[in-house]
T-cell receptor, first 110, second 116 residues
Framework: GQSLEQPSEVTAVEGAIVQINCTYQ??????LSWYQQHDGGAPTFLSY????GLEETGRFSSFLSRSDSYGYLLLQELQMKDSASYFC???????????FGQGTELSVKP | DAGVIQSPRHEVTEMGQEVTLRCKPI?????LFWYRQTMMRGLELLIY????????DSGMPEDRFSAKMPNASFSTLKIQPSEPRDSAVYFC??????????????FGPGTRLTVT
């Protein structure tokens, strides 16, 4: 079967760095995506890793290790507005079918 | 540019009634996805279309659920008859043509369905 595991909750303080881990199990894998969802809002795309290594987009970076079936999202210089749920999702068949994790609720404290 | 449009934004109905959710994808996008989100089950893919053709409906929970995409700019998700356990937020999402972009899905604002 296919599954993803990520922590349910993470708490950090403003200005700090936080890492949200994601491990996955699947027979088909093309890449790992990250989405952000604010309370009451829609998921919005953050980043995608098709190859091993680090992808950087502003304050956010995402990492993938295919051999370890593992990835993470790194958020730097945390701001209060970063408080949201973060979902990892893998691209199962390159045709659009994303399998989402249960999400990690990030709380940023002042 | 307009994003993905969903209607209604909120729907409250009684058990047994028919519910129809509507979605207009971003113009030019050729794949459309219907998701359901609940606290217990997270974000689940129900069905997705490519060029108006249903590709994978394995996530549709049961025969009470049906989805159509009569043209490139409109899709519906129908529940008949509705049950309280169908209460959830239903999202529609779309993607640009091309396999290389299928991972970047644009979500609509969602329809919050409550079945009493």
């Amino acid at each position: 079967g296919q599954s993803l595991e990520q922590p349910s909750e993470v708490t950090a303080v403003e200005g700090a760095i936080v890492q949200i881990n994601c491990t996955y199990q699947t027979s088909g894998f093309y890449g790992l995506s990250w989405y952000q969802q604010h309370d009451g809002g829609a998921p919005t795309f953050l980043s995608y890793n098709a190859l091993d290594g680090l992808e950087e987009t502003g304050r956010f970076s995402s990492f993938l290790s295919r051999s370890d079936s593992y990835g993470y999202l790194l958020l730097q210089e945390l701001q209060m507005k970063d408080s949201a749920s973060y979902f990892c999702a893998f691209d199962y068949n390159q045709g659009g079918k994303l399998i989402f994790g249960q999400g990690t609720e990030l709380s940023v404290k002042p | 540019d307009a994003g993905v449009i969903q209607s209604p934004r909120h729907e409250v109905t009684e058990m047994g009634q028919e519910v129809t959710l509507r979605c207009k994808p971003i113009s030019g996008h050729n794949s459309l996805f219907w998701y359901r989100q609940t606290m217990m089950r997270g974000l689940e893919l129900l069905i997705y279309f490519n060029n108006n053709v249903p590709i994978d409906d394995s996530g549709m929970p049961e025969d009470r659920f049906s989805a159509k995409m009569p043209n490139a700019s409109f899709s519906t998700l129908k529940i008949q008859p509705s049950e309280p356990r169908d209460s959830a937020v239903y999202f529609c999402a779309s993607t640009e043509p091309g396999q290389s972009s299928s991972y970047e899905q644009y979500f609509g604002p969602g329809t919050r369905l409550t079945v009493t």
